[in-house]
């Protein structure tokens, strides 16, 4: 026979409440008197108190994964953009790349041409506030691979009603090593929509043509 007391802390919490309060404005009804409820009433008071610092500490743990989430990709991305400068730099040797344990690349392979195929790009609006940028190279559109000798995706951005007429009208968000990328935006920006233009970048820092634009409003 199912238990009458609901499992879920959430469902516990709002029969509880029902239960004390309809007990205790009917004590004569159901044959009870204030003392009979004493135990309920000190049962009551400490399941609200530690139910209630639960809920806080849950929300409190969310915030800050999110928070240190939101950091951590930020930083990644400047981390990107740096060491892309860095290995294209000719002034870094590769004694120094190991150093910062960043790539050193070998010396046996034939140098990357530019890319020549396109990123085919699709956007998630479901998040508030957040667009989920999803890339592929149009030659394996069914594949999260990038083509052979890509370092990454450049992701480029307008805010407004109308799409660009080209990239002079952009601007830069990331340089991404692996699909998806995030966009996050301030709510000040809500209803307004992004214009996504993509292209990829050769690890010689040599880029390939732009994708189509992708357009997407962005959800408050």
């Known amino acids: 026979m199912p238990d009458f007391i609901p499992t879920a802390d959430s469902d516990f919490n709002t029969w509880q409440q029902n239960f004390v309060t309809y007990a205790n404005g009917n004590l004569a009804a159901l044959g009870l008197v204030a003392a009979d409820m004493t135990a309920i009433t000190a049962g009551t008071t400490a399941w609200s108190t530690a139910y209630s610092t639960h809920v806080t500490a849950q929300a409190a743990a969310v915030s ?100 660009p007429a080209d990239a002079a009208e952009c601007q830069f968000l990331a340089l991404d090593s692996a699909t998806p990328y995030l966009a996050e935006y301030p709510g000040a920006q809500a209803g307004k929509k992004a214009h996504y233009l993509l292209r990829w970048a050769s690890t010689r820092g040599e880029k390939g043509p732009w994708s189509e634009v992708t357009s997407a409003t962005i959800v408050g």
């Open 64 to 163: 800050a994964r999110e928070a240190k989430d939101g950091a951590r990709r930020t930083y990644e991305q400047a981390l990107r953009v740096l060491i892309a400068r860095l290995q294209a730099s000719p002034t870094v040797t590769d004694a120094r790349r190991a150093a910062m344990n960043i790539t050193v690349r070998s010396k046996d392979r034939t140098p990357s041409s530019a890319p020549t195929t396109r990123p085919v790009v699709s956007v998630d609006t479901s998040q508030r506030l957040r667009h989920v940028i999803q890339f592929m190279d149009e030659a394996t559109p069914t594949k999260r691979a990038r083509p052979a000798g890509v370092m990454g995706v450049e992701v480029w951005v307008k805010l407004g009603d109308a799409p």
